[in-house]
Nanobody, 123 residues
Framework: QVQLVESGGGLVQAGGSLRLSCAASGRSFSYYNMGWFRQAPGKEREFVISIFWKDGTTSYADPVKGRFTISRDNAKNTVYLQMNNLKPEDTAVYYC????????????????WGQGTQVTVSS
């Protein structure tokens, strides 16, 4: 069992940056793939970025390539999402997720989810 708690969301102007954190509790954090998803009002939850537990390989959704990065600190049981050059269309609730599936861009490959943190980007 893994519990996830996101933090770091807030209001930022377009072009600004935010860093989200996701603190995990429970066993074997380092063996989980970690992903970030987001859900804007009236839209379905969508994949943003992920990091493979074994070698740190990262995967990105096209809209965030070159702007968002993911990293993890296994000693702190924490995964980070660095978001730069934010755009109004990045406004959403951001969710951290942990899973062991091979398709790391798929929602159903993740078993554990945080409660989400709101990111609002003003124009």
């Amino acid at each position: 069992q893994v519990q996830l708690v996101e933090s770091g969301g807030g209001l930022v102007q377009a072009g600004g940056s935010l860093r989200l954190s996701c603190a995990a509790s429970g066993r074997s954090f380092s063996y989980y793939n970690m992903g970030w998803f987001r859900q804007a009002p009236g839209k379905e939850r969508e994949f943003v970025i992920s990091i493979f537990w074994k070698d740190g390989t990262t995967s990105y959704a096209d809209p965030v390539k070159g702007r968002f990065t993911i990293s993890r600190d296994n000693a702190k049981n924490t995964v980070y999402l660095q978001m730069n050059n934010l755009k109004p269309e990045d406004t959403a609730v951001y969710y951290c997720a942990a899973g062991i599936g091979s398709r790391r861009d798929r929602i159903n490959e993740y078993s554990y989810w945080g409660q989400g943190t709101q990111v609002t980007v003003s124009s």
